[in-house]
Each structure stands twice: as structure tokens, then as C-alpha cells.
């Protein structure tokens, strides 16, 4: 009997470290891979947009933008991106036109390309410029002159002169500082599209 006794214990002992060292391994084989991938490779991809039209020949981007196309962040978004969810990459030298469609039934919305920035100011001083000469709605910071709301539109151009990475912010008050913002990009690769 204690022989036997012995043996159970022993027999479990085994199953039990076998099953620790098969976990161990599972997870890792599982992890190890993944977390490369993860680490190696950006984590944003660049896809195409059916509201970003460029042109190779031309050299020229039309974005489609509309604030409060959803209900995304109180609709206060663009083309349904809020809080940097979402960033429209062109290429470098290409002449940029944003149609701005502001959808918003309730709320005067603008657009400019600035600077990125890890914090936006509740309120923009009226000087303040845009990153490429004209690259910005009228009235840009103003409550109640921005674009208006209920389908009010605004076309502007600008070449994107200089690579780097920007923010399309509405400088309306309140407005950026509360995620009405998402990224801009130019791309000195020639790459173009939206990056998520
Ligand atoms: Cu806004």
C-alpha cells in the first residue's frame, strides 16, 4: 500500500509539472511572436478613404472633410474621428483642398492645420496661423462666425510645403480640448491616405 501510495503521489507530481511546463510553453510560443510583431512594426496602417482623392499626376490632394458627419464625440468630429482616432497623410509638395462640410445642426465648426501638440488650449488667440499659408477656415476661432452649422461649406488650398506630422484641429472654443481634433501628415515617402 505505501508503495502505491508513493507511486499516486509521484504520478501526480509528474502530471503536475508536465501541465506547468506545457502552460509555460503554450504561453510563450503564444506571446513571444506577438509581442515582436507588436514591437517592431508601427501599430497604424495607412488605408485608403473614399473622402480622400489624391492625385499622383497632378500632384494634388481633395480631402472631403465634415465636422459632425456622426454623433461620434457630440458630433463635435471629423468625418467621424475625434481625439486623434485618425490621421490624413499627403505627400509632401502636393497642393492640399479641404471641402468643409459642417453637418453639425447645432454648432459653428472650423479647420486648420497647426502644429501637433500633446495639449490643445481651450481658446485660440485670434492669431493665431496656420502651418501652410491658408490652410485654415475663416473665422476660425470665433463661437459663432466659424463655418455654420446646418450644411454651411468653406473650400480652402494650401500646399503641403513641409513634411512632418500636424494636427486638423477646430479651433472654435472648447472644441480641440475636448477631442475635436485628428492628425495630419505629411509624408515624405509619398505616401497618402488615412492612418489608423
Ligand atoms: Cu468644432
Request: glycine content about 8%.
Amino acid at each position: 500500500m505505501k508503495r502505491l501510495e508513493f507511486m499516486r503521489v509521484t504520478f501526480v507530481l509528474t502530471l503536475t509539472v508536465l501541465v506547468i511546463g506545457c502552460g509555460n510553453s503554450e504561453t510563450n510560443s503564444d506571446t513571444s511572436p506577438a509581442d515582436q510583431v507588436q514591437s517592431t512594426e508601427p501599430t497604424a496602417s495607412i488605408v485608403a478613404a473614399d473622402w480622400i482623392t489624391v492625385d499622383e499626376v497632378a500632384n494634388t490632394v481633395v480631402i472631403d472633410l465634415v465636422a459632425g458627419q456622426t454623433d461620434a464625440n457630440n458630433r463635435w468630429n471629423y468625418n467621424g474621428f475625434a481625439r486623434g482616432e485618425a490621421t490624413i497623410v499627403v505627400p509632401m509638395g502636393f497642393a492640399v483642398t479641404i471641402h468643409f462640410d459642417n453637418t453639425d445642426p447645432v454648432t459653428f465648426h472650423s479647420a486648420g492645420v497647426l502644429d501637433a501638440t500633446d495639449s490643445f488650449p481651450a481658446i485660440y488667440s485670434e492669431s493665431t496661423a496656420a502651418v501652410f499659408n491658408g490652410a485654415m477656415t475663416s473665422n476660425a476661432t470665433s463661437l459663432t462666425e466659424a463655418t455654420p452649422p446646418g450644411g454651411g461649406t468653406e473650400s480652402i488650398t494650401f500646399t503641403a510645403e513641409t513634411s512632418g506630422e500636424y494636427a486638423l484641429v477646430c479651433m472654435s472654443p472648447a472644441h480641440a480640448i475636448t477631442g475635436m481634433w485628428i492628425g495630419f501628415e505629411v509624408s515624405n515617402s509619398g505616401e497618402s491616405g488615412l492612418k489608423m
